[in-house]
C-alpha cells in the first residue's frame, strides 16, 4: 500500500533525527507534495506512525514525534532480600532534594516536574479568588478533616474511576508522604514489618525508617510489575503488618499493574487480612490511554487505604494531599483526623480552597491531557538521550505513566559514590542504593524527565554519560 510505504520513509526520517523527539512533522499537504502522495495517503500515512506509536495527533496543530527510534532493553528482575530488615541511611536525599533549589544545578535527581508544565496562571486566579472572595476564611485554620469543598471535589474524582468514597471519608493532609505516614501510623507499631516493591521510592523508605519499621522487598518486575508469587511466599512466611504499593505508574520503574493484577494483589491480600496502602500519586498522569483505576475501585472490605496528591499534577508548593482511610481497624477515620492535628495542626487553608475551585472550574481534564502528551514527549525525549549516551548495555526502562527513568548500567558503577563528582559538575541525579532497604541497585540510577529542556541541560546529561 502507498500509505505504508510513505509511512515507513517517515518512520526512516525520524530514526535518522531529521524529525527529533518533540517536532512537528510538516502538515499533510506539505507531506503530500514533497512525498508526491495524495492528502488522504499522507493522513494514512501519519495514522499508521499513531498507532505504532510513533507519532501523535494534537488538535488543530498536526503530528509530532513521540517515540524514540530506538528502546534499549528493560532493567532486569533483581533478587532481593528475603527478609525484613531495617532502614537507614535515608538522610543521603535530602542532600538530592536540596540541589532543585540550586540554581547552579540541573536537577535531573528529584522528581519534581518543571513549572512550566504546571497551569500556574490557573492555580494564581484561584488563588486571588479565594483570597478576595472568603479572605476571612483563609487566614484562619480549616481543622482536620479539612475543607469540605475539597473533600467533595476528591469525592467527585474518586467516584469517576469507580470508588465508593463519601467527602466525610476523606482527609486532607500535606502531602501524599504525610497520608502514608498516618496510614501506617493507623496500622503499624514499631518493629512491625512493611511489604513494598523494589525498587521502591525512596521517601516510602523514609517512613519506615521514621517509623521503627522493617521492610520487605517484593521483587518487581520492570514491565509487568510486583510479583505476586513473591508477595504470596512473603505472606505465608512473615507477620506482614500492611503492605504499600504504587500500583499505577510506580516511582521508580513507571510499570502500571493491569486490572487482573491489581485484583490478584487485593484477593491475596483479603485472603491474609494484610491492608494496602495504595500511594497513586502519578495515577492522573498516563503517557498514552486512559487514566487507569486504582485498586481502592475494587474494594469492598475497607482493605485499602488510599493516598494521592496534588504535588505531581498541579503544584508541589500547595502542599495539599489526602487519605482515605480503610476500615480494617475500629475507628481509623477519627483516629487519621487526630494524627493530622497532632502532625501539623492543620493543611493551608488558602491552598485546600484554591484547589477546590481549580478543580471545580479550571479544566482539569482539558490541561491533563496536555500535560500528559507533554510528559510522553519529555520520557522519549530522556531516553532517547540516554541511548545515544550512556555506555554500550545500559538498561532502560520504558515507563508507562508519570515522569521519571530508572536506568541500569553495565559493569561496577557505584552511583552513590558518583553523585558528589556529577554535583560538582552541576547536575543531579538519584542514586540507585536510595530505593532499596538492602542497599541494591548501586548500577543504577533515576532520572527526572519532566525538565526544561536547553542547551544547558544538554550540557549536564552529557556530562553526566562522561563520569559513566
Known amino acids: 500500500m502507498i500509505y505504508q510505504q510513505l509511512a515507513e520513509r517517515l518512520h526512516a526520517l525520524i530514526r535518522d533525527q531529521i524529525y527529533p523527539v518533540g517536532s512537528a512533522l510538516p502538515g499533510v499537504r506539505r507531506l503530500s507534495e514533497q512525498h508526491g502522495v495524495s492528502v488522504s495517503t499522507a493522513v494514512s500515512a501519519c495514522q499508521e506512525l499513531e498507532k505504532r506509536g510513533v507519532l501523535e ?7 509530532y514525534v513521540r517515540q524514540l527510534p530506538a528502546l534499549r532493553e528493560p ?4 533478587l532481593v532480600s528475603r527478609s525484613p530488615r531495617a532502614v537507614s541511611g535515608q538522610d543521603r536525599v535530602l542532600r538530592l532534594v536540596q540541589a532543585v533549589n540550586d540554581p547552579g544545578i540541573v536537577n535531573l535527581g528529584a522528581a519534581v516536574p518543571n513549572p512550566e508544565l504546571m497551569p500556574t496562571a490557573a492555580i ?5 479568588t479565594v483570597l478576595r472572595e472568603q479572605r476571612r476564611r483563609c487566614v484562619g485554620y480549616e481543622f482536620p478533616p479539612g475543607a469540605l469543598e475539597l473533600r467533595t471535589q476528591i469525592s467527585r474524582r474518586l467516584a469517576g474511576l469507580q470508588c465508593a468514597v463519601l467527602p466525610e471519608d476523606v482527609l486532607i493532609t500535606n502531602s501524599c508522604q504525610e497520608s502514608i505516614t498516618i496510614a501506617l501510623k493507623l496500622l ?7 511489604a513494598l516493591e523494589s525498587p521502591t521510592y525512596y521517601g516510602l523508605l523514609q517512613v519506615i525508617e521514621s517509623l521503627g519499621l522493617k521492610a520487605l522487598e517484593i521483587p518487581t518486575d520492570p514491565v509487568t510489575g510486583i510479583s505476586l508469587e513473591a508477595l504470596e511466599q512473603a505472606l505465608e512466611r512473615w507477620p506482614i503488618a500492611a503492605c504499600v504499593l504504587i500500583p499505577n505508574f510506580s516511582n521508580p520503574l513507571g510499570v502500571c499493574l493491569s486490572d487482573q493484577r491489581k485484583q490478584d494483589v487485593l484477593r491475596l491480600l483479603s485472603d491474609f487480612r494484610v491492608p494496602l496502602v495504595e500511594d497513586d500519586i502519578y495515577g492522573d498522569l498516563p503517557l498514552t490511554g486512559p ?17 494521592g496528591s496534588s504535588s505531581k499534577s498541579l503544584s508541589a ?6 487519605l482515605v482511610p480503610g476500615s480494617i481497624k475500629d475507628n481509623d477515620r477519627s483516629r487519621a483526623d487526630y494524627l493530622q492535628y497532632m502532625n501539623t495542626v492543620a493543611v493551608s ?11 471545580q472550574n479550571g479544566h482539569y481534564e482539558r490541561y491533563l491531557r496536555k500535560m500528559c502528551a507533554q510528559l510522553a514527549m519529555a520520557v522519549a525525549r530522556m531516553t532517547d538521550r540516554v541511548t545515544q549516551l550512556f555506555p554500550p548495555q545500559t538498561r532502560v526502562s520504558r515507563p508507562a505513566g508519570g515522569f521519571v527513568l530508572w536506568v541500569e548500567l553495565p559493569g561496577n558503577v557505584d552511583t552513590t559514590a558518583l553523585m558528589e563528582q556529577a554535583l560538582a559538575l552541576g547536575v543531579s541525579f538519584a542514586p540507585g542504593a536510595l530505593f532499596s532497604a538492602s542497599g541494591k541497585y548501586t548500577h543504577c540510577l533515576r532520572l527526572n524527565c519532566a525538565v526544561h529542556w536547553d542547551a544547558r541541560t544538554e550540557r549536564a546529561l552529557v556530562a553526566l554519560a562522561g563520569l559513566l
Not at 532493567?75 to 533483581?78: C, E, G, I, T, V
Not at 503499624?188 to 512493611?194: C, E, H, K, L, Q
Request: glycine residues 8%; contains cysteine; aromatic residues 12%.
Open 124 to 128: 494564581e486566579r484561584a488563588f486571588r
Open 57 to 63: 495527533a494534537r488538535p488543530r496543530s498536526g503530528f
Open 317 to 322: 508548593g500547595l502542599r495539599v494531599g489526602w
Open 291 to 307: 487514566r487507569p483505576r486504582p485498586i481502592k475501585s475494587w474494594d469492598v472490605d475497607g482493605l485499602v487505604y488510599y493516598c
Open 188 to 194: 503499624t507499631r514499631p518493629g512491625d514489618t512493611v
Open 75 to 78: 532493567p532486569r528482575l533483581s
Open 349 to 359: 487553608t488558602p491552598s485546600q480552597l484554591a484547589l477546590a475551585h481549580y478543580l
